[in-house]
C-alpha cells in the first residue's frame, strides 16, 4: 500500500506523504518546514495550503481537503482529520476495499485554544509519529500549565519587567497569542509571527488583538520572537528589565534546569506526549503500528505491550 524511499508514499496514489523535496504529487498535514516541498500538485486543508503558499512564495496546484469529507481516487478515498496540531492540521485516514489506514503527521491530544484536538478513527495501520516517545515526557495538564504561564508573565509586568517569549513562528507563537489576549495581557509579536496570526484570523482563528514590533519594541507587553537562530531572529533592543520565558514540551525531560538563558519554562506542547501515544494507539485500535519522528525506543515499549510494531525508516514496503 505504502512504500518508503526517503520518506513515505502512497504507492497505487503516487502520492508522497509530508515528502520534502519536489514530487508530481504531495499531501501536506501542516504547513511546519519540516513537511512541506513545493510539489507539482499539492493536496492539504485550506488553511494548510495558505500557510504553505506563504512560506513558499509560489502559487501552488492544489487539492483542497475539508476535515471529515473524503476525496475518492482511483478507489482509495482519503479523509482528512483534526489533527490538533497546528490550525489547519490534518490527520489522513485512507480506505481501500480491504483495510484502512491511518497516517498522523504531528498530532495532539490535548486541547489547543487554536487548533483544537486530534479526532480519531478506527484503523487497521497506524502510521504515526512519536516525538515524545520516552516516558520522561509527561506532560502536566495544558490548563494547569497556562494557567501558571499568564500568572508569571502578568507578576513580571506588574513588576515593570518586559516577559520575552521566543517560539517557533506558526502555531506555538498564535496559541500564545491567543492565551495573553484572552488573560487580557498586552501582547507585541514579530512581523513573521503577524503574518501567520493574520492567516489564523483569516480562516475563522481569531487571535485576539496585539501589537507588531515596529522600530522599537514597546514596554508593558508580553513580546513574542522567532527562536534563536532563526532567519528573523535579530532583537531589536528591548525594554528594560527583561527576563526571558521558554514554552516548550521539553521541558519536561527530568533534569531540565535551563533551556538557554531562560529562567522560566513551562512545559506545553502541541505535540502528544507520552501517555497521549499509548491513548492514541488504544483508540485507533490497529492490527499494526508504524512509527517515525522521535524515540525509537517507543516501538519497544508497544512490542511490550502486545502490539505488533515497527520503526517506519527501517521498513521499505508497509502492508
Ligand atoms: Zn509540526
Keep these: 500500500?505504502?512504500?518508503?524511499?526517503?520518506?513515505?508514499?502512497?504507492?497505487?496514489?503516487?502520492?508522497?506523504?509530508?515528502?520534502?523535496?519536489?514530487?508530481?504529487?504531495?499531501?501536506?498535514?501542516?504547513?511546519h518546514a519540516d513537511h512541506i516541498a513545493h510539489h507539482e500538485r499539492t493536496m492539504g486543508t485550506a488553511p494548510t495550503l495558505a500557510m504553505v503558499h506563504r512560506r513558499l512564495r509560489h502559487s501552488l496546484t492544489i487539492d483542497v481537503l475539508d476535515y471529515h469529507k473524503p476525496l475518492v481516487r482511483d478507489g482509495i478515498k482519503l479523509t482528512a482529520l483534526p489533527a490538533g496540531h497546528i490550525l489547519g492540521a490534518s490527520m489522513l485516514l485512507i480506505e481501500n476495499d480491504d483495510s484502512r489506514y491511518l497516517f498522523t503527521g504531528d498530532f495532539s491530544l490535548s486541547e489547543s485554544p487554536t487548533a483544537g484536538h486530534a479526532e480519531f478513527e478506527e484503523a487497521d495501520v497506524l502510521i504515526m509519529e512519536c516525538t515524545f516517545?520516552?516516558?520522561?515526557?509527561?506532560?502536566?495538564?495544558?490548563?494547569?500549565?497556562?494557567?501558571?504561564?499568564?500568572?508569571?508573565?502578568?507578576?513580571?509586568?506588574?513588576?515593570?519587567v518586559t516577559p520575552l517569549i521566543r517560539t517557533y513562528v506558526l502555531g506555538k507563537a498564535q496559541e500564545l497569542?491567543?492565551?495573553?489576549?484572552?488573560?487580557?495581557?498586552?501582547?507585541?509579536?514579530?512581523?513573521?509571527?503577524?503574518?501567520?496570526?493574520t492567516l489564523y484570523g483569516e480562516h475563522g482563528c481569531d487571535?485576539?488583538?496585539?501589537?507588531?514590533?515596529?522600530d522599537q519594541v514597546p514596554s508593558g507587553h508580553v513580546?513574542?520572537?522567532?527562536?534563536?537562530?532563526?532567519?528573523?531572529?535579530?532583537?531589536?533592543?528591548?525594554?528594560?528589565?527583561?527576563?526571558?520565558?521558554?514554552?516548550?514540551?521539553?521541558?519536561?525531560?527530568?533534569?531540565h534546569k535551563r533551556i538557554g538563558s531562560a529562567r522560566y519554562s513551562f512545559p506545553m506542547s502541541d505535540h502528544s506526549d507520552y501517555d497521549d501515544l499509548l491513548e492514541t494507539v488504544q483508540r485507533v485500535k490497529p492490527r499494526r503500528i508504524y512509527c517515525y519522528h522521535g524515540s525509537q525506543s517507543f516501538v519497544d515499549d508497544l512490542k511490550r505491550l502486545g502490539h505488533e510494531a515497527n520503526w517506519l525508516n527501517d521498513c521499505q514496503a508497509i502492508r
Design 177 to 197: 497569542i491567543k492565551i495573553f489576549t484572552s488573560a487580557n495581557l498586552p501582547v507585541v509579536v514579530h512581523p513573521e509571527i503577524d503574518t501567520f496570526a
Design 133 to 160: 516517545g520516552k516516558p520522561e515526557f509527561r506532560l502536566p495538564p495544558r490548563e494547569k500549565v497556562i494557567e501558571q504561564l499568564v500568572e508569571t508573565t502578568a507578576r513580571l509586568l506588574r513588576l515593570g
Design 207 to 214: 487571535v485576539g488583538s496585539y501589537s507588531v514590533v515596529g
Design 223 to 255: 513580546v513574542l520572537y522567532p527562536p534563536h537562530g532563526s532567519r528573523h531572529s535579530r532583537l531589536h533592543s528591548m525594554p528594560q528589565p527583561c527576563e526571558e520565558l521558554v514554552v516548550t514540551g521539553w521541558a519536561a525531560q527530568k533534569g
Design 1 to 31: 500500500m505504502f512504500h518508503f524511499d526517503q520518506g513515505l508514499f502512497l504507492t497505487g496514489l503516487h502520492l508522497a506523504m509530508d515528502v520534502t523535496r519536489r514530487q508530481p504529487w504531495g499531501y501536506i498535514s501542516h504547513a
